[in-house]
Structures are given as structure tokens and as C-alpha cells.
T-cell receptor
Framework: AQSVTQLGSHVSVSEGALVLLRCNYS??????LFWYVQYPNQGLQLLLK??????LVKGINGFEAEFKKSETSFHLTKPSAHMSDAAEYFC????????????FGGGTRLMVKP | NAGVTQTPKFQVLKTGQSMTLQCAQD?????MSWYRQDPGMGLRLIHY???????DQGEVPNGYNVSRSTTEDFPLRLLSAAPSQTSVYFC????????????FGPGTRLTVT
């Protein structure tokens, strides 16, 4: 069974500050890992994905995440927050099983202060 | 391509009523799934299908039925709605082996009073 834990349901940063959203996972097989973003009243948009290639993954909008197997982590970072980054972020894991099912974390709402 | 479409966008039901949430995709994806999104719980898998005529339960299947008579459509049925089913519902589709290429629909916001 897989699980995902996102530390911090709400994170607040100032505009221009570093964004760090934490994600830890458990999986019995090498995982596929994802970060999705959801803007208010919208659907899910894939930010980035780890599929066993490079451990440092770059995504859209300046976000990146590093897969650390020893720490079972996949934290999301962005060097400088923009007001437009305010959204909810979800970390998800899959073992590539039939159905391509995803297990999601509880989500982290990012607030950006001017 | 329209991608993954869901109807309706919003729905209000009374307890005990039934309804069907529609999901369709025009990408010839074999895999389709339904998730519900609740505050603090992320998205949880309700049911999924690996092809026409094949469905299986996910993490939270109780109170929901599905069927897959065509590759394109994967409707989710609530037979007797309960307030606990108030949620936002997302449908997703993908090709086999393409777990990193899932397409999500825009969601249906359901309120059960």
C-alpha cells in the first residue's frame, strides 16, 4: 500500500521568498511521483513528475522537486514566490499499477503575501 | 480533442435522490478513474476501469456504482445520495503504462442537503 504525507496544510510566504512544500511517501516498489497544482475553482494541473530518470525534476512556472530515496521525500521548491503561485498543491504517488491509480496527499494551500 | 469532459459542473441533490455524473474522453484511453476531493484529504480513488466492461473498486467505493460499456464513457452513479457525498468529483483517463500522462476533467461540484 502506498501513502503520501504533506507536512503543513497551509503555508504562507512573502512574495519573492523561497517556497518549500514538503512531501513524504511510502511505497513498496520504486514509485512514480507527481506534484499537481489546483487554482481556485479549477481542475488539477500537472506541475512536474518523477519517473525514475533524473532525481532533480524541473516543472512549469519555475518549480522543481528532488527525489530523495533515502528520505522517501519529494519536496517541491521555487526560489522566488509570485502572487500567482497562490493555490493548493498536491503530491501524489503511483506504483505504475494497472489502472494508473494515484494516491494523493492531503494538499497544501500556499498563500503568498505582498 | 476535447480531452476529458465532465457534466454537470455543479449539482445540488436532496438526501436520498439519485443521479449520474458523466465523464467522457475522446483520446481512446483504456484507463479511466473517478476521484473525490475533500478538504484536508486530497483526492481519493472511488472506482476505476482498465477497459470497456472492466471496473474495480478504489479506496472509497461505498455509495457509488460505475459501469464501462464503451471506451469513451465512464459514468458514476449515486443511487441514494447522502450528505457525506458532498464533494468535488474528478474523472481521469490515461493509456496503459502511461501513469505519468493522466488527464483530469474539470470536476463536478456536488452538494447533498
Amino acid at each position: 500500500a502506498q501513502s503520501v504525507t504533506q507536512l503543513g496544510s497551509h503555508v504562507s510566504v512573502s512574495e519573492g521568498a523561497l517556497v518549500l512544500l514538503r512531501c513524504n511517501y511510502s511505497s513498496s516498489v520504486p514509485p512514480y511521483l507527481f506534484w499537481y497544482v489546483q487554482y481556485p475553482n479549477q481542475g488539477l494541473q500537472l506541475l512536474l513528475k518523477y519517473t525514475s530518470a533524473a532525481t532533480l525534476v524541473k516543472g512549469i512556472n519555475g518549480f522543481e522537486a528532488e527525489f530523495k530515496k533515502s528520505e522517501t521525500s519529494f519536496h517541491l521548491t521555487k526560489p522566488s514566490a509570485h502572487m500567482s503561485d497562490a493555490a493548493e498543491y498536491f503530491c501524489a504517488v503511483s506504483d505504475g499499477n494497472a489502472g494508473n491509480m494515484l494516491t494523493f496527499g492531503g494538499g497544501t494551500r500556499l498563500m503568498v503575501k505582498p | 480533442n476535447a480531452g476529458v469532459t465532465q457534466t454537470p459542473k455543479f449539482q445540488v441533490l436532496k438526501t436520498g435522490q439519485s443521479m449520474t455524473l458523466q465523464c467522457a474522453q475522446d483520446m481512446n484511453h483504456e484507463y479511466m478513474s473517478w476521484y473525490r476531493q475533500d478538504p484536508g484529504m486530497g483526492l481519493r480513488l472511488i472506482h476505476y476501469s482498465v477497459g470497456a466492461g472492466i471496473t474495480d473498486q478504489g479506496e472509497v467505493p461505498n455509495g457509488y456504482n460505475v459501469s464501462r460499456s464503451t471506451t469513451e464513457d465512464f459514468p458514476l452513479r449515486l443511487l441514494s445520495a447522502a450528505p457525506s457525498q458532498t464533494s468535488v468529483y474528478f474523472c481521469a483517463s490515461s493509456y496503459p503504462g502511461a501513469v505519468d500522462e493522466q488527464y483530469f476533467g474539470p470536476g463536478t461540484r456536488l452538494t447533498v442537503t
